[in-house]
């Protein structure tokens, strides 16, 4: 079993910036796929961004295209999403997951983080 734990989310202005950061335990995090998902207040949750195992390859919705970054640190067991540029559409509960068997742009994501809430105001 795999746990994901997400921190960083907070009240921001538009335009402004906040880094994500996701830790992963109990498993082999250098061999999983990471990817960044967000869902706001009654929508479905949508697919932001993506990181191959080796980090040489990155995947992004177009909607971030340009203002969000995604990386990882696997000494430390963690996955980033920096987010620059904020819109108050960017406002939603960010998760992260860890896909244990696949690599992007093919992926199943069999596990997932609780969740940490970005809100930009106008």
């Known amino acids: 079993q795999v746990q994901l734990v997400e921190s960083g989310g907070g009240l921001v202005q538009a335009g402004a910036s906040l880094r994500l950061s996701c830790a992963a335990s109990g498993g082999t995090f250098s061999r999983y796929a990471m990817g960044w998902f967000r869902q706001a207040p009654g929508k479905e949750r949508e697919f932001v961004a993506a990181i191959s195992w080796g980090g040489g390859s990155t995947y992004y919705a177009d909607s971030v295209k340009g203002r969000f970054t995604i990386s990882r640190d696997n000494a430390k067991n963690t996955v980033y999403l920096q987010m620059n540029s904020l819109k108050p559409e960017d406002t939603a509960v960010y998760y992260c997951?860890?896909?244990?068997?696949?690599?992007?742009?093919?992926?199943?994501?069999?596990?997932w983080g609780q969740g940490t809430q970005v809100t930009v105001s106008s």
């Open positions: 997951a860890a896909d244990t068997i696949s690599d992007p742009p093919v992926s199943e994501y069999d596990y």
